[in-house]
């Protein structure tokens, strides 16, 4: 996903062909070559296959923690640079300011972020089994935020995927359904939360509209946009600098 706040634009994850990432970037009105930096948030190929073309296309550093580093490294081909972070210390590009903090996943070193500027906080976290204390912690006080919803329990229990694939899905180390995510969000929910984005529904075990619906269980009558994104699609959202009114 791409972070901007006008001033600094970086990417987080690169899962795409550099190819596709600059398609979907111009066709956002957005321009690759303002990127300051990649990030990764763990060694797993969804997330880091378009990592090293990007970075070396743009000459841009590479951020991730010295673990995953270890692990991506035979993936990821030379980079220009590589600027290590460590779960729970904050670092800067440019205008924005990133917290990393470690989440439950079967990965090296996986972490979640908040993202900081001028005032406002954006939360992600895909890609974890569980939300623990910690997780909830980081992702209090966010305007956005970006949920996994990964898989509809029912659907993934009759669904193909064979049974040890199946176990790690649903493991502490594997990814949140959609009953986890609105547990999630009922525990971080406030009244400025403008924007929550479902992530990485599996195209497999999950369908949007399922996503929303138990999701926005946890919504009740607040006010925030809901929105589940798709793989093939590109999701614009817009945090404004204020809070709407109220009513
Ligand atoms: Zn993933
Ligand atoms: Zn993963």
Known sequence: ?????????????????ARETVRRMVSAGLCPESLSGV?????????????????????LAAYMTGKTFKNAKPLLGALPRVEPFSCGADFSIGTLC?????????????????VSAHGIKVGIATDLGVCTSV??????????????????????DAGPYPW????????????????????LLGRVLWPEVT??????????????????????????????????????????VWIPAKPPPPG
Do not use: W
């Open 1 to 17: 996903m791409v972070l901007s706040d006008g001033e600094t634009t970086v990417l987080l994850d690169a899962g795409l062909s």
């Open 195 to 236: 924007h929550v984005v479902l992530a990485h529904l599996s195209e497999t075990n999950n369908l949007p509209e399922k996503a929303l619906s138990v999701v926005g269980e946890a919504l009740g009558n607040h006010s925030a946009s809901l929105i589940a994104a798709h793989q093939e699609q590109v999701v614009d």
């Open 98 to 114: 990133f917290r990393p903090f470690s989440i439950s996943h079967d990965a090296a070193d996986p972490a979640g972020f908040t």
């Open 39 to 59: 990030i990764l948030s763990h060694e797993h190929r969804d997330h880091l296959s378009g990592m090293g073309p990007v970075c070396r296309r743009f000459k």
């Open 164 to 183: 040890h694939l199946k176990q790690r899905v649903k493991s502490r180390i594997g990814h949140l359904s959609n009953q986890a995510a609105r547990d």
């Open 135 to 156: 997780v909830a912690h980081h992702l209090s006080g966010c305007r956005a935020l970006f949920l996994e919803a990964n898989h509809c329990p029912d659907m993934l």
